[in-house]
């Protein structure tokens, strides 16, 4: 069984341009998280969808940021108009239908994001 | 705000040395999860501990948790190289997925 698979691996894009990161979950889960990592800290939780669904988004900043998953295809994470503080790690998570802390997440290896 | 503090940041010790790493946290919790992440990878879960749940076990891994104090801590024993890793907590206190902490930065040297 693949794990949760993200691509690209590296993206850097320069100040003004689009970011579009994706992430596949592990096969028969439902449930998307992403994060973001900035060095040396810990994940700070952006949202939370099943298809279709977005159904936590607090996490995420209110401009320029925006995400989906689709019934078909991966989770898209969307930046627009990336600046320099936009460059981190962006991880996804994936779990199956229970509830919050009920099972562990399934991490991808991450996408890192530079903005030059 | 964080959910889950761990200490120390950083610890550094011998092969075949014990490390324990704590984690404190804010609100209730149903359970509690440590991961472990590898530089330059995801996170990988570790041990999941229910709120009624005092200690468990996995392996060289033993996780304490203490609702009262809202505190856990994990120890690895024997340590390796290997070992060498970030260590997280996370929860799930009325939030609808798990917050981590900054984590616990390990270095075991042979």
């Known amino acids: 069984n693949a794990g949760v698979m993200q691509n690209p691996r590296h993206l850097v894009r320069r100040r003004g341009q689009e970011a579009r990161l994706r992430c596949s979950p592990m096969k028969g889960h439902s449930h998307v998280y992403w994060y973001r990592q900035l060095p040396e800290e810990g994940l700070k939780f952006m949202v939370y969808l099943q298809k279709e669904n977005i159904i936590d988004e607090s996490g995420m900043p209110k401009e320029r940021f925006s995400a989906e998953f689709p019934k078909e295809g991966p989770s898209i994470l969307r930046i627009q108009q990336v600046v320099r503080g936009d460059s981190a790690a962006y991880f996804c998570?994936?779990?199956?239908?229970?509830?919050?802390?009920?099972?562990?997440?399934?991490f991808g290896n991450g996408t890192r994001l530079t903005v030059t | 705000s964080q959910q889950g503090e761990e200490d120390p940041q950083a610890l550094s010790i011998q092969e075949g040395e014990n490390a324990t790493m704590n984690c404190s946290y804010k609100t209730s919790i149903n359970n509690l999860q440590w991961y472990r992440q590898n530089s330059g990878r995801g996170l990988v879960h570790l041990i999941l501990i229910r709120s009624n749940e005092r200690e468990k076990h996995s392996g060289r891994l033993r996780v304490t948790l203490d609702t009262s104090k809202k505190s856990s801590s994990l120890l690895i024993t024997a340590s390796r190289a290997a070992d060498t890793a970030s260590y997280f907590c996370?929860?799930?206190?009325?939030?609808?997925?798990?917050?981590f902490g900054k984590g616990t930065m390990l270095l075991v040297s042979p």
């Open positions: 996370a929860t799930d206190g009325g939030y609808s997925t798990l917050t």
């Open positions: 998570a994936s779990s199956p239908p229970v509830g919050t802390g009920n099972s562990p997440l399934h």
